[in-house]
């Protein structure tokens, strides 16, 4: 507790300086994903767009705090996987995601409307995110896989396998550059990578479950999206399919659980700077050219 105090009382500085402001804007880019089907950062395909707001207050021209709202979606594919084994398993799977963040972002340089004028920064919070991953069923139809329990999730034979929940916490980490535009907006390039509390974004973690188990509980649909490795028709025979003579056994891995999902963002967003609240209009007089006139 004395610790906590005295950090705290070392960052009174920074919060009781005059110089504080506001920023509220639009953001927009590109999201991708990194998890058990897509194993590169920066992967050759899979980016999609997105959009949000952003709320931001300074409390000097280094320190303050940021909230935003930002919806996207990511999707990813075992076939266009440069492994060999992720193409045999020829999962795929599409999830949208809303997201909620809040958190510190640390200018590296003072940025003030009379001196510098552009600064990177960097930025670190923690967010909450709905996703809900679905993929493509036998006959080209939506269906959202959380229900089927493809790796025997909430299933009572497997109660070390609990139901993950489609709305999640991720820590938002990354920097970017920004530049301020005259007086009066904020153009910043930013990179921000989200580290997920879940391993299920893709629906995909650990092992493949009894087929037969998986049967009963949840039906052929269930069985027919945990195991595609039939579809691939080079890979069996009719009679083979028939028989699901290469359906895996019980714990063969289907997913790496070792670690979390990730995904991330890169986008520009344009915010206007404001001095307070409530000084709005004095504030676009005299900082706007077209109010000064």
């Not at 999962?91 to 809303?98: G, K, P, V, Y």
């Amino acid at each position: 507790m004395k610790r906590f105090i005295l950090s705290l009382a070392l960052l009174l500085p920074l919060f009781a300086s005059a110089q504080s402001h506001h920023e509220f804007g639009l953001t927009a880019g590109v999201a991708n994903y990194y998890g058990d089907l897509q194993d590169k950062i920066f992967p050759k395909y899979g980016y999609m767009p997105m959009g949000g707001i952003v709320y931001k207050h300074f409390f000097n021209p280094n320190l303050g705090i940021r909230f935003g709202a930002s919806y996207t979606s990511v999707t990813a594919a075992d076939s266009l996987s440069d492994v060999k084994v992720k193409q045999e398993r020829n999962l795929r799977f599409a999830t949208n995601i809303f997201e909620v963040h809040g958190g510190f972002e640390l200018n590296l340089f003072r940025i003030e409307k009379e001196r510098t004028k552009f600064t990177p920064y960097i930025f670190a919070g923690i967010g909450i995110f709905h996703f809900n991953p679905y993929t493509d069923g036998m006959n080209n139809e939506r269906v959202y896989l959380r229900p089927l329990s493809t790796e025997g999730q909430g299933i009572p034979v497997y109660p070390d396998r609990k139901q993950y929940k489609l709305t999640n916490v991720s820590f938002p980490i990354g920097g970017g550059l920004k530049v301020l535009v005259g007086k009066t907006f904020f153009l910043s390039t930013e990179m921000g990578f989200r580290y997920t509390n879940t391993d299920y974004l893709d629906d995909v973690s650990k092992s493949y479950v009894n087929m037969d188990t998986l049967m009963a509980y949840k039906g052929k649909q269930s069985v027919d999206l945990s195991f595609r490795t039939d579809e691939k028709s080079e890979w069996m025979s009719k009679s083979q399919q028939e028989q699901n003579q290469l359906y895996p056994n019980y714990k063969f891995q289907r997913g790496d659980s070792k670690a979390n999902d990730w995904y991330w963002f890169c986008n520009v967003t344009v915010t206007v700077y404001l001095n307070s609240f409530g000084n709005i209009k004095r504030y676009w007089q005299a900082a706007c050219p077209a109010f000064r006139n």
